[in-house]
């Protein structure tokens, strides 16, 4: 089925692969600050079931506080990288807003939300996390690589409410931009929120701020496991 694209901005630029059969679920996966959807579709596809499409979106171009206002692609402003330094609440929001609207239109379009895998990379997997924890939909699952969860105050009572979302959460123990105990202080967060028999946490020793194939031959089993072919 077709759909209109261009009620959906973040559509109309995005990096579509297609499944190779009859699509029957969706991979919808954020890049991190600076990046496009590009680098990630590339090894996405390595990794692409049959019957799955990725959608790779990219951000918008917006100055960054924490890249002394210079502009980027970004999700949302960062004034910083420690657990205690001020969010941009209303860009985090709208973010989230525009991915939910991309999950609207794919289920306009023949694939319901519990058939869609939202997952992104450092500030990606961060608004990866939040969009899926408060949207009205319960998806089929999150991977959340490298990241935190944006607005943590706020949760477990910002919460849509659907405890039974499967999250796989990854992170290099030796991570220096996104520290290693952000990924613990995030998998605990997300285990109060969810139910913590389905938050998977998994770390990879010199693994720097990046990703590996052993991270992605688990997101790869992850798929299989929540995407399975119907």
């Not at 596809?45 to 049959?50: G, R």
């Not at 023949?110 to 319960?138: E, K, N, V, W």
């Amino acid at each position: 089925m077709c759909g209109n694209n261009m009620s959906v901005p973040l559509l109309t630029e995005a990096v579509t692969v297609s499944a190779k059969e009859k699509e029957t679920a969706v991979v919808i996966f954020l890049h991190g600050l600076g990046d496009t959807g590009h680098g990630w579709a590339e090894t996405l596809m390595e990794i692409q079931p049959s019957h799955v499409k990725f959608i790779c979106p990219h951000a918008p171009s917006i100055p960054v506080t924490l890249n002394m206002k210079a502009m980027m692609p970004a999700w949302f402003d960062l004034m910083g990288l420690k657990p205690d330094i001020p969010e941009d609440e209303s860009g985090i929001k709208r973010a989230a807003d525009n991915i939910k609207a991309i999950i609207e239109h794919e289920a306009k379009n023949g694939i319901p939300p519990h058939r869609i895998i939202l997952g992104g990379f450092s500030q990606g997997g961060a608004l990866s996390l939040y969009t899926a924890l408060t949207c009205q939909h319960q998806l089929a699952g999150v991977v959340a690589l490298s990241c935190w969860l944006p607005l943590h105050r706020s949760f477990p009572s910002a919460s849509s409410g659907n405890k039974n979302i499967p999250i796989l959460q990854c992170h290099g123990e030796n991570d220096c931009m996104i520290p290693p105990h952000f990924g613990v202080m995030t998998h605990e967060k997300l285990r109060l929120i969810v139910n913590p028999d389905l938050v998977n946490f998994k770390t990879y020793p010199d693994l720097s701020h990046s990703s590996c194939p052993q991270e992605m031959v688990a997101v790869r089993e992850f798929i299989d496991k929540y995407l399975p072919r119907i």
